[in-house]
T-cell receptor, first 115, second 111 residues
Framework: DTGVSQDPRHKITKRGQNVTFRCDPISEHNRLYWYRQTLGQGPEFLTYFQNEAQLEKSRLLSDRFSAERPKGSFSTLEIQRTEQGDSAMYLC?????????????FGQGTRLTVV | QQQVKQSPQSLIVQKGGISIINCAYENTAFDYFPWYQQFPGKGPALLIAIRPDVSEKKEGRFTISFNKSAKQFSLHIMDSQPGDSATYFCALRDSSYKLIFGSGTRLLVRP
């Protein structure tokens, strides 16, 4: 499969626990994005990597959130001390570094439920 | 701040009808205007996109109309089919290639 892969697809956790999500982008896509989507809303940008460098972070990304992309390949998003407000779909997208109409390909997301 | 406003929130169309979804944006720092389609439990998928130097783009039954001076763009789905029932998002792409999404339109096409 050559699409963006996210794992796990679903995660239920208790408030206060830490969770980590993984994203495997399309091979050779050097741009990787994390978005959060709550029910009935459009995805909201969280952070962006170009290769292994984290170039931009949204104000939505509190200090409980951290993202990494070691070696510019897969990426992880960790949420520490989860809160009920963190319940959402976390989407990963990747795109190639090219000018023009480069499409961002999204994974199927990780649905997080904090109970 | 909401940089893109999308309407309507929901839309019901009969099979064979035309579905029209509108978006308006607030500043000009965007170079690419895509529409995404999302089915339940799936990630968004690019449907069609336009650059601001073009006023209209058509791909099959899907057309984007773009009005740069009014800062508005719209998606038209001709001959709507039940399989088109999904949530549609307009988006703006900025210089870092990140996307700013509208709030979505839930389209239901009745058979």
């Amino acid at each position: 499969d050559t699409g963006v892969s996210q794992d796990p697809r679903h995660k239920i956790t208790k408030r206060g626990q830490n969770v980590t999500f993984r994203c495997d982008p399309i091979s050779e896509h050097n741009r990787l994005y994390w978005y959060r989507q709550t029910l009935g809303q459009g995805p909201e940008f969280l952070t962006y990597f170009q290769n292994e460098a984290q170039l931009e972070k949204s104000r939505l990304l509190s200090d409980r959130f951290s993202a990494e992309r070691p070696k510019g390949s897969f990426s992880t998003l960790e949420i520490q001390r989860t809160e009920q407000g963190d319940s959402a779909m976390y989407l990963c997208a990747s795109s190639p570094k090219r000018t023009g109409n480069t499409e961002a390909f999204f994974g199927q997301g990780t649905r997080l439920t904090v109970v | 701040q909401q940089q893109v406003k999308q309407s309507p929130q929901s839309l019901i169309v009969q099979k064979g009808g035309i579905s029209i979804i509108n978006c308006a944006y607030e500043n000009t720092a965007f170079d690419y205007f895509p529409w995404y389609q999302q089915f339940p439990g799936k990630g968004p998928a690019l449907l069609i996109a336009i650059r601001p130097d073009v006023s209209e783009k058509k791909e099959g039954r899907f057309t984007i109309s773009f009005n740069k001076s009014a800062k508005q763009f719209s998606l038209h789905i001709m001959d709507s089919q039940p399989g088109d029932s999904a949530t549609y998002f307009c988006a703006l792409r900025d210089s870092s290639y990140k996307l700013i999404f509208g709030s979505g339109t839930r389209l239901l096409v009745r058979p």
